[in-house]
């Protein structure tokens, strides 16, 4: 059973920073795309960024391009996303997701909660 836990989550400032970690159970985290996907209250699943197996290839969502960077450790079985120049339209639940190939993410976290106010 794979399970994935999300953490470092909080509250900031417009203008702040904060890093996400997500620590997969399971030897098979090498072997999987991962993904980070964020909701708000009301708002739909909203796709924010997916890094390769190997961590050299990624993708961002335009609405975080240029502020937010994901990246793996994959000797250390942790995925991340760092999240800089936030805006409060950033806030929202944020999940790291394993990708299940064709039917897309096969395992969620929980969630981790990130509040952008001043």
């Known amino acids: 059973q794979v399970q994935l836990v999300e953490f470092g989550g909080g509250s900031v400032q417009p203008g702040g920073s904060l890093r996400l970690p997500c620590a997969p159970s399971g030897s098979s985290f090498s072997s999987h795309r991962m993904y980070w996907v964020r909701q708000g209250p009301g708002k739909g699943l909203e796709w924010v960024s997916v890094?390769?197996?190997?961590?050299?290839?990624?993708t961002y969502a335009g609405s975080v391009k240029g502020r937010f960077t994901i990246s793996r450790d994959n000797a250390e079985n942790t995925l991340y996303l760092q999240m800089d120049s936030l805006k409060p339209e950033d806030t929202d639940l944020y999940y790291c997701?394993?990708?299940?190939?064709?039917?897309?993410?096969?395992?969620w976290g929980q969630g981790t909660q990130v509040t952008v106010s001043s």
């Open positions: 890094i390769n197996t190997g961590g050299g290839d990624t």
């Open positions: 997701a394993r990708d299940g190939g064709v039917y897309g993410p096969d395992y």
